[in-house]
């Protein structure tokens, strides 16, 4: 069982930053591929990035490519998303999770998931 618990959303301008933080519970926090998820208002769940076990592999949406940035810290149970250059369309609320098999951009190979982080940019 895995526990995971985002944090670092917020409101800010276009064209801004923020850095997610998802904090995972449990001693096999490595062994999990980690993604990023995001719903905005009336939309599916999207993929936005997913990261290796190790750190050493990483993945990222088309519509985020060379703006955000996954990382992870295995030592500290937690893997971030660093997200510049904001824009509106980039508002939703993030989910971090957890998939045991591979690093996917399917959220349905995710076995656990965070309650959410809301981030809106405003334009």
């Known amino acids: 069982q895995v526990q995971l618990v985002e944090s670092g959303g917020g409101l800010v301008q276009a064209g801004g930053s923020l850095r997610l933080s998802c904090a995972a519970s449990?001693?096999?926090?490595?062994?999990?591929?980690m993604g990023w998820f995001r719903q905005g208002p009336g939309k599916e769940r999207e993929f936005v990035a997913v990261?290796?076990?190790?750190?050493?592999?990483?993945n990222y949406a088309d519509s985020v490519k060379g703006r955000f940035t996954i990382s992870r810290d295995n030592a500290k149970n937690t893997v971030y998303l660093q997200m510049n250059s904001l824009k509106p369309e980039d508002t939703a609320v993030y989910y971090c999770?957890?998939?045991?098999?591979?690093?996917?951009?399917?959220?349905?190979?995710?076995?656990?998931w965070g309650q959410g982080t809301q981030v809106t940019v405003s334009s």
């Open positions: 999770a957890a998939n045991r098999i591979a690093p996917t951009n399917s959220k349905n190979a995710y076995d656990y």
């Open positions: 449990g001693r096999t926090f490595s062994s999990y591929a």
């Open positions: 990261i290796s076990r190790s750190g050493g592999s990483t």
